[in-house]
């Protein structure tokens, strides 16, 4: 793909360069023959050679000794119940915008109801405000809230992203991946050293407030992130990147109410509240987030391999007495990162404790523990982490991957496993809160991700040419350029094997 896309005064990625850069990418190096496009995988089962994969509408069954998953988090769309009576208002989910674009923008269509508080929605809200629509936002009372937003560019010089994918911001962040040390036990583990990460992320987050002019005095004031300090840093309800020169603006225009209330059921053009309240609108577009992107699994073997379920039936076999590690994992994490042991209050409060936490059993959040128990290197679970730099940590998590899935990587003992495992989920619910809870979060942290990927391959992970640039410099992919070539090169000369 081109740098900023042939434009280098605008460094923004849009949708069309992504898709390009995929179907060039997949072109060159044959892959569109390997794909079925237009399907997925309704059942999948291991057998004693492998797994057994069925695909929807077909009889076609796909046998494999290795299975890599990697479906994604923003795949299935989530669409919460309501009643429905007679011709109902058009119900779509954020997925199909593009597809129903044409529909909605037609003259005929009047008013909006968007549903939901995640980054979609505010691009949804934007697009419909762009169009000319009269847009009613509905934000449940209960639940996250309104996330906190980023602009562009910090105070109009620094870009956001390329801060956040900084050395310092490992410092500035405190990650359990990055515990040790000089610099981590300064900045985290001092008294000074934490008042300076705690005013960086007041001023990071005072900025941002100033940015949205949540203080304007209109509806926006609705839209600011339920916590009580530093909604940037703890990223409760998620984290998005203001994108777009007029975007806040556009969001302050008088054609948007924002409401707190629920859909209880729709009838005609009319969608009744659970408060009472009605209103008329031609659409709903459903901001409500994704789904079960696990299905092909049922809870019995969600369980055995390690993933979250839902079914009281399904119970966890590991051997792993996982109690007595989140109690550690736990005592650890407020040992090791004392920032995170007083979280914010949340206008919407829920006790952060580990039993609500989805239980995500993945070493190196790739490894099924239940298999690997079991000596079985069968299974690989890719792309479940959520992090600023998706694309580079795809490109080193899958070579992991699959060198594990081939033998090349030597993995701990389970106890080694499960102090890992339970060390993250403890960080992850600390660090990111209702975010942490639901998903292997890990937004300012990619850096000591792929670092411990790179130790576990013996590879270097500082690119860096000099100090300076280790510290301040932003990483990007191309500075992991040929890191596959210098694995192959360290393996030709030993016995085959990384050895910890």
Sequence with gaps: MTPYGGDE????????????????????????????????????????????????????????EKLLVATGVTSIPSMPDFKQTGTAIPRIHSRDLGTFYPAIEDSEVKSVIVVGAAKSAYDAVYLLLKMGKKVTWVIRTEGGGPLSILPFKILNTVNAIAFASTRLMTFLSPSILNADGTMPWLFQRTMLGRWCVGRFWDFLDYVSKKHAGYDSGDHVKMLEPEIERQGVFWAHSGLGVVTLPDFWKTLHDDRLTVIRDEIDETKENTALLKSGKTLNADYIIMCTGWGDHFAMFDDENKSKIGLPHHSASAREVHVVNWDRFDAMADEEVNKQLPFLAKPPKL?????????????????????????????????????????????????????????????????????????EVALWNAWTRKRYLGQGRKFPYSLYDFLPYIDTLFKDLNLKSRRKSNPVSELLSPYRPDDFNGFVDEYLRKRDATTGEISK
């Design 347 to 419: 206008t919407f409060q829920r006790p952060l404790s580990s039993g609500d936490q989805e239980k995500w059993r993945l070493y190196r959040r790739v490894v099924p523990m239940g298999l690997e128990e079991r000596g079985d290197r069968s299974l690989a679970i890719l792309g479940q982490i959520h992090t600023v730099q998706t694309p580079l940590v795809s490109e080193v998590q899958s070579l992991w991957a699959i060198l594990y899935l081939e033998g090349e990587i030597k993995i701990p003992n389970t106890e080694t496993m499960a102090k």
């Design 9 to 64: 005064s605008d460094p923004r990625v849009t949708g069309d360069m992504i898709h390009s850069y995929l179907q060039t990418y997949a072109e060159k190096h044959d892959l569109l023959r390997r794909i079925r496009f237009n399907t997925f995988v309704v059942g999948t089962v291991q057998t004693s050679s492998g797994w057994r994969l069925t695909i929807k509408d077909s009889e076609d069954v796909v046998e494999t």
